[in-house]
């Protein structure tokens, strides 16, 4: 028997309602809190959706956080120490500058 396009949407359709059930089921802390603001939103949205919606609230913040940080970082232990935590800051603040130079604005 042969699957008719309406009945592969509906698969679809489902697979992403749990997706986002389960990525929603997973929020802590602001996310959490700020999920029912949302959620009228996320009951007809597409992954992508979904996701801009989480970073237009959240990555400018993280953004921001890491840059400061990162214009206040103190050696205040061993070199190896320092180097750690910079790399780290360094590493995350990548994620954020794919084809935009954050910094420079």
Do not use: N
Not at 5 to 19: D, K, Q, S, W, Y
Not at 57 to 66: A, C, M, N, P, V
Not at 76 to 105: C, E, P
Request: aromatic share 8%.
């Amino acid at each position: 028997m042969a699957r008719t396009p309406v009945c592969g949407a509906i698969i679809v359709r489902i697979t992403l309602l749990c997706t986002l059930r389960v990525a929603t089921h997973h929020l802590t802390e602001a996310a959490a809190l700020w999920f029912p603001s949302v959620e009228s939103q996320v009951t007809t949205a597409t992954w992508e959706q979904f996701c801009a919606l989480v970073r237009d609230r959240f990555d400018r913040d993280q953004h921001e956080l890491l840059v400061r940080q990162l214009l206040h970082i103190r050696q205040t232990s061993s070199v190896s120490d320092y180097v750690a935590h910079f790399t780290s800051l360094i590493d995350q603040l990548k994620a954020y500058s794919k084809g935009v130079d954050h910094l420079a604005s």
